[in-house]
């Protein structure tokens, strides 16, 4: 296991090798939540955005995305695909270490797809901030995987994930809130060069009474 103070490095090394088009497009899971949950758009706050593929849907959607990752040079090609994608008014990039310091304000769609590290990270912690940061009426969004594709940097390893009900409790959820969603669906997935694999992903997503 790394340390907290890794992130930056470990995840500058990893974008530095990572074909730039990688990840630019939306997570599915999410883009079929949200036409049911959430088909208006407000603004979003995306952790761990990587390449950008869910900021810059949402932003093409109407949405307007405040992006943050640990890396600058994932960063960069959220600024450079928002630019070229004509959406760069609505896409805001922040660099954060999470573990250390987490964006201002509200949001009436707070999301973490995959936000899965290597490093040691306080990651409830991270989830907890998250769920604070949603707004009246908005909604927080994790998916994570539940099972470990072939390709993934975890292959191999014995991994025992979070239940759906795990992850609603690890919220710590204070107030008035509803679970929209909290359940773990199998998919097809599709890894580099188009190989495909039966995934498992964790989905939660939990409303703020407006
Ligand atoms: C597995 S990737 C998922 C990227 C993207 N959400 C997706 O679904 O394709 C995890 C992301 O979290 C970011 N990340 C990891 N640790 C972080 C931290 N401590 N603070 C901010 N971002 C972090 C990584 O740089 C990476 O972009």
Redesign the pocket.
């Known amino acids: 296991m790394h340390s907290?103070n890794d992130?930056a490095t470990?995840?500058e090394n990893?974008?530095a090798g990572t074909d730039a088009q990688w990840?630019t497009k939306p997570?599915v899971v999410l883009t079929e939540l949200l036409a049911d949950l959430a088909p208006e758009p407000g603004t979003a706050l995306?952790?761990?955005?990587?390449?950008g593929?869910?900021a810059l849907w949402l932003a093409a959607q109407g949405w307007q995305v405040t992006a943050?990752?640990?890396?600058r040079t994932?960063l960069d090609r959220v600024d450079a695909g928002a630019a070229a994608t004509g959406v760069a008014d609505r896409v805001r990039t922040e660099r954060?270490?999470?573990?250390?310091t987490f964006p201002r304000g509200t949001y009436t769609l707070v999301t973490?797809?995959?936000?899965?590290?290597p490093?040691a990270?306080p990651r409830e912690r991270?989830l907890r901030l998250a769920a604070e940061a949603v707004a009246p009426g908005g909604l927080l969004v994790v998916?994570e995987h539940a099972s470990v594709a072939p390709w993934s940097w975890q292959a191999g390893q014995d991994i025992r994930f979070p239940t759906p009900a795990e992850v609603i409790a690890s919220l710590e959820l204070t107030g008035d809130w509803h679970v929209e969603r909290g359940e773990a669906p199998q998919r097809t997935a599709t890894g580099p060069g188009g190989r495909t694999a039966m995934v498992t992903d964790t989905i939660v997503a939990v409303r703020r009474a407006g």
């Open positions: 907290t992130s470990f995840w990893h974008y990840g997570n995306d952790l761990g955005c990587g390449h593929g869910d943050v990752d640990v890396s994932a954060h270490d999470l573990a250390a973490a797809t995959y936000f899965h590290t490093v990270i991270v998916v």
